[in-house]
């Protein structure tokens, strides 16, 4: 049902998202918050979308803004939270579509 939660979203249909909400809490399932575009993204959340859109790996990551692996994954989660994406290629697919406008 997320699946198909983010499905409609991506095609803007609100009335099936409505429907599969519903079925979603029915059900005793969370149902996604999707935000706005970038919306209350930090400085270093977009530069880390920017750098998964360009194909780097976490560690890669970590090396271009000096931090550890495992502080990047904290952004990614956050980064994934705050977009609603559930993964690098959602994201990255978005980013490159045209879905997920980052200023860089």
């Given at each position: 049902?997320?699946e198909a939660?983010?499905?409609?979203?991506?095609?803007?249909?609100?009335?099936?998202?409505?429907?599969?909400?519903?079925?979603?809490?029915?059900?005793?399932?969370?149902?996604?918050?999707?935000?706005?575009?970038?919306?209350?993204?930090?400085?270093?959340?977009?530069?880390?979308?920017?750098?998964?859109?360009?194909g780097l790996?976490?560690?890669?990551?970590?090396?271009?803004?000096?931090v550890s692996?495992?502080?990047?994954?904290?952004?990614?989660?956050?980064?994934?939270?705050?977009?609603?994406?559930?993964?690098?290629?959602?994201?990255?697919?978005?980013?490159?579509?045209?879905?997920?406008?980052?200023?860089?």
């Amino acid at each position: 049902l997320r699946e198909a939660q983010g499905l409609f979203r991506q095609l803007g249909s609100v009335r099936a998202r409505v429907d599969v909400a519903r079925l979603m809490r029915k059900r005793g399932l969370a149902v996604p918050r999707h935000r706005k575009q970038g919306a209350g993204l930090s400085a270093t959340e977009v530069r880390v979308a920017n750098l998964v859109t360009e194909g780097l790996t976490n560690r890669q990551i970590a090396g271009v803004l000096r931090v550890s692996e495992k502080t990047v994954e904290g952004y990614l989660t956050r980064l994934f939270a705050k977009t609603g994406y559930r993964s690098r290629v959602q994201l990255t697919t978005a980013r490159l579509g045209g879905a997920l406008v980052l200023a860089s």
